[in-house]
């Protein structure tokens, strides 16, 4: 069984660019989270979807940064425009459900580094 | 303000010797409590999960312990290695359940030693 799988594993894009990273979830897990972590700062969190809803996107920037996972295909992170402060890795992590007190495990992968020129 | 607050320093020990690993946190009321480990240029590994109403959870050379008085989880390694090396964060979940939203302390960076 496959891990939660992201690429590119590294994006370098200049400022004012648009940056996508993708996740794909472990087989069967209906649940992602994207989590950023900047040098030497801890993992915080950004966003949590179902497929097809945005659950929860309160530690996400308001302008710039958006998330979807749709029916079919992996969840995509989307910052557009760029800045120097989004460089950072972003990790997503998956589970299989959410089944309410926190009893699920979330499983991360192994993270993609933005680098903003 | 909530806070959780782990060790910055980096703990350096002796090959063998028992790690203890130190997570408090402030104005939470978590129902679990969870351990990963990080190393450089990866994602974190999920290593163990406590509930609020477990006070103690092994599993082979890790313990980990939750004392929801004190605010505080304690982390043990036993007998330990140098491939024990690495960051350890601790996480809880934010919100009365359901939320899935994991809060992380800024994590301890160990060393072991030969």
């Known amino acids: 069984n496959a891990g939660v799988m992201q690429n590119p594993r590294h994006l370098v894009r200049r400022r004012g660019q648009e940056a996508r990273l993708r996740c794909s979830p472990m087989?069967?897990?209906?649940?992602v989270y994207w989590y950023r972590q900047l040098p030497e700062e801890g993992l915080k969190f950004m966003v949590y979807?179902?497929?097809?809803?945005?659950?929860?996107e309160s530690g996400m920037p308001k302008e710039r940064f958006s998330a979807e996972f749709p029916k079919e295909g992996p969840s995509i992170l989307r910052i557009q425009q760029v800045v120097r402060g989004d460089s950072a890795a972003y990790f997503c992590?998956?589970?299989?459900?959410?089944?309410?007190?926190?009893?699920?495990?979330?499983?991360f992968g192994p993270g993609t580094r933005l680098t903003v020129l | 303000s909530q806070k959780i607050e782990q060790n910055s320093e980096a703990l350096n020990i002796q090959e063998g010797k028992t790690a203890t690993l130190t997570c408090n946190y402030t104005n939470y009321s978590p129902a679990y409590l969870q351990w990963y480990r990080q190393d450089p240029g990866r994602g974190p590994v999920f290593l163990l999960l406590i509930r609020e109403n477990e006070k103690e959870k092994r599993k082979e050379r890790l313990k980990v312990t939750f004392d929801t008085t004190l605010k505080q989880s304690l982390f043990h390694i036993t007998a330990s290695q140098p491939a024990d090396s690495a960051t350890y964060l601790c996480a809880l979940e934010k919100g009365s359940g359901n939320t899935g939203k994991l809060i992380f302390g800024q994590g301890t960076t160990l060393q072991v030693k030969p």
């Open positions: 087989k069967g897990h209906s649940h």
């Open positions: 992590a998956s589970s299989l459900r959410n089944s309410g007190r926190g009893t699920d495990t979330q499983y």
């Open positions: 979807l179902q497929k097809e809803n945005i659950i929860d």
